[in-house]
């Protein structure tokens, strides 16, 4: 894919925006930046394929622990990156708790300091409730590949507040995009 997309005068978004991606899974972040440019440079909207969730996941894989990669990732595809407090407040209040019955609220997120573990891209699993007017979540994060370094925020029947549930996160993980359907 690489050869054949590299040196085509026509390749098109799709097929730059895939490269892209592939370039992000091999941690090559100079490559994936470069194609990122470049799918932008071809079609505007490559932008929007770059802000999917899936797609931004396998984007900041190549970024690491390293805060600064992951904002000037943000900045090519046109999003703040990581997630601020209160965009994740925003979001998660927003959510219609009655369509998403027995469905997690997710998220993907990183490790802000690079563990033993290769796999350092996690999926925050929340759920939420309405009580007395405020939306209260509990929860936990979860390696995305294999799933082993798993860390609850909250304990089974704990429910906290959104903002406090992101200062809990925020300690070990950058959030990085709503995990839409």
């Known amino acids: ?15 730059l925006v895939n490269l892209a991606c592939m370039y992000g ?3 090559r972040y100079e490559d994936m930046i470069r194609t990122i440019e470049r799918a932008i440079k071809v079609d505007e909207n490559a932008r929007d394929d770059f802000q999917e969730a899936k ?3 396998l984007l900041v894989y190549a970024c690491g622990s390293n805060r600064h990669l992951i904002e000037k990732l943000g900045k090519k595809v046109g999003r703040d990156l990581p997630l601020s407090k209160a965009e ?3 979001i998660i209040s927003r959510v219609d708790l009655q369509s998403r019955r027995g469905r997690f609220i997710e998220f993907f997120a990183v490790r802000r300091q690079q563990s033993s573990s290769t ?3 996690y999926i925050i699993k929340m759920s939420a409730d309405e009580a007395q007017g405020q939306r209260l979540v ?6 995305v590949i294999k799933g082993e370094d798993k860390q609850d925020v909250t304990s089974i029947n704990e429910k906290i507040t959104i903002e406090e549930f992101y200062d809990r996160v925020d300690k070990e993980l950058f959030v990085i995009c709503f995990s839409e359907e």
């Open 25 to 27: 899974c091999a941690v």
């Open 88 to 90: 994740f407040v925003r």
């Open 138 to 143: 509990n929860g936990t994060y979860l390696t």
């Open 1 to 15: 894919m690489e050869e054949t997309v590299l040196h085509s005068e026509a390749a098109g978004r799709e097929e």
């Open 55 to 57: 797609r931004l996941s």
């Open 119 to 121: 796999d350092y891209v």
